[in-house]
């Protein structure tokens, strides 16, 4: 079979990621895209590509009609589905065969097999895989479950026969919480997944889940690429991954990746699938259930074999043998992915939504590897998986790849809306996760350590904001000044001369509710800075070539980016990041003229609360409006004295970057 020009069913980094192994193979590539993704990354990147309806999934990446037609339109002969959406969908997979197309995926009737968490267990207790103790019978009465969860022995797990992602799934300590339990469960399968079939089985407390990656070709081959251990989950979704899973024995890496072939091969797979197992105590395993697809976390497996396994999916799909034996295949380092989200874990990981001001991830090498579909500018919206990117990373052992994996989160630089790279990175440092010494319920049990609480800027931090605010103040006289009719009028001076004053400046910077004043005094060519708490530091600054600060403080040069939006600045500094807002009324001032009797929005957002009313008088710096945007609340202060003249938004209403909220005229 040939693969000339191949349709991605997907979008996001996955889209993108198969789209550079395809070029690489030259195959043509051709993306879909909805509404709101007509300008994303992997639309660009592709070939060719195909809108296919609006921007909800249903409408769009879920639509089997919209992708064939799509395909059919732009001369596509192949599919692939990559993973989410329709990639485990049987009927689809059916549905490209029927039209004369290549499905770069296992057939339908194995993803059946397997996509039945009940039917997949009698298939592997028949091929002599080992399972978890449990029940995954026809009789799914009330008095059957619990006959067979009191056999069992509690805790059980209650498990949805259908679907993933933690859904329709209660863990059972005694008989009492077994009936809310089951009907609970029931009512999330049904509305989920569109069935409410429930399996009982045994509850292991603090397993590791480890996951096997095979593959499989046409002639009937089947091969095991070594495994992934992703217990880091919380609420069953995965957020650190790392390969080979630490503490496995080679006998017993053996046997599990031997079992895994032989789920392979008792549904006819064929393609890249993962088998996922509990590894309880000592060398115990159990089979969970089978991923037909590739997984989110196949780079891992990538880094420590050197294989592409998109490239192996697509020689299967043409319907080549198997590119490596099993005695052909080896591991080599260890390897770590990090999924970074759009979330708020503050806020229970609600996602996040919002444009991002800044992007600018660890420079890629041999070690550091950044599967992402977005650019800085993008919007980050409401309709799909709130996944960012992937971190990977090498080395040739896990403490290296561990300290790898610390150094890239902490110089992963996003600004305009929350990301979990704070928790990542302290999940990443944790004690117990150096040690290997974590379970599937470690993060949910460790919460609250994990997630960064408020927590006051250093001196130094404060310090580094405060003088790029101040470089930014004389680079902007610099610029009056070099477009003056008077360049040598004193108002352009940028070495901090002011008028009737005693050459200090007063900065106050906000984070989370605090107020931190901070004082800087001119001495010629560097500045004394006050802190708070009565702390000084002698400073000065520059403007490095790449726009960075580069500061001396007290005899100590540091480096910093610091990104500014309007007030809010964020300050990448020592390993860490610190966001503030700025009230700064020299700022203010300055911005007088230009303010055009108006006050415009600083970004999208909806209006919480209006201080103000028509001829209302206001001062210089007074709060006028709150915004709530990317999950924070804004306070819009006046630039000028004035009198309000009008207010165009009300509380509840949505104002978009750049809407004029209040106008004003100048008393």
Known sequence: ???????????????????????????????????????????????????????????????????????????????????????????????????????????????RAMGSKSESKRLMAKAGVPLVPGYHGTDQSNAAIEREAVRIGFPVLIKASAGGGGKGMRVVTKLGELEGAIASARREAKA???????????????????EIQVFADMQGDAVYLFERDCSLQRRHQKVIEEAPAPDLSPDLRARMG?????????????????????????????????????????????????????????????????????????????????????????????????????????????????DSGIRQGDEIGIHYDPMLAKLIVWDENRSQALARLQSALAGYEVVGLTTNLGFLSKVAAHPAFAHSAVDTGFLDRERESLIPGPEAAPGQI??????????????????????????????????????????????????????????????????????PGGASLNATALRAADGDLIAELDGRRLKARIVRHQQQLTVFAEGGCHQMELFDPMALAANRDSAGGSLTAPMPGKVTLVHVKPGDAVTLGQPLMVIEAMKMEHTIKAPIDGVVAQVNFAPGDQASDGDVLIAFKEE
């Open 192 to 210: 989920s997944f569109g069935d409410d079939t429930l399996l009982v089985e045994k509850y292991l407390s603090q397993p590791r889940h480890v």
């Open 258 to 370: 031997e079992a895994a072939v032989a789920a392979a091969k008792a549904v006819g797979y064929v393609g890249a699938g993962t088998v996922e197992f509990l590894k309880g105590e000592g060398d115990n395993f159990f089979f969970i259930e089978m991923n037909t697809r590739l997984q989110v976390e196949h780079p891992v497996t990538e880094m420590i074999t050197g294989e592409d396994l998109v490239e192996w999916q697509l020689r299967v799909a043409r319907g080549e043998k198997l590119p490596k034996t099993q005695a052909q295949l080896s591991l080599q380092g260890h390897a770590f992915e990090a999924r970074i989200y759009a979330e708020d874990p503050a806020k229970d990981f609600l996602p996040a939504t919002g444009r991002l001001i800044h992007l600018r991830p660890p420079q890629e090498s041999a070690h550091v590897r950044i």
């Open 462 to 531: 404060l310090a580094l904001a405060a003088l790029d605010v101040l470089l930014a103040h004389t680079e902007e006289a610099r610029s009056r000044a070099r477009h003056s009719s008077d360049p040598y009028s004193p108002w352009h001076a940028a070495d901090g001369w002011r008028m009737n004053d005693d050459n200090h400046h007063d900065l106050i910077f906000k984070q989370d509710g605090r107020d931190a004043l901070v004082v800087v005094h001119y001495h010629g060519a560097s500045w004394r800075i006050d802190l």
């Open 1 to 111: 079979m040939r693969i000339d020009s191949l349709l991605i069913a997907n979008r996001g980094e996955i889209a993108c990621r198969i789209i550079r192994t395809a070029r690489r193979m030259g195959i043509r590539t051709v993306a879909v895209y909805s509404d709101a993704d007509r300008n994303a990354l992997h639309a660009s990147l592709a070939d060719t590509a195909a809108h296919i309806g609006p921007a909800p999934a249903k409408d769009s990446y879920l639509s089997v009609e919209a992708v064939l037609k799509a395909a059919k339109d732009s001369g596509a002969d192949a599919i692939h589905p990559g993973y989410g959406f329709l990639s485990e969908n049987a009927d689809f997979a059916d549905a490209v065969v029927k039209a004369g197309l290549v499905f770069v995926g296992p057939p339908g009737n194995a993803m």
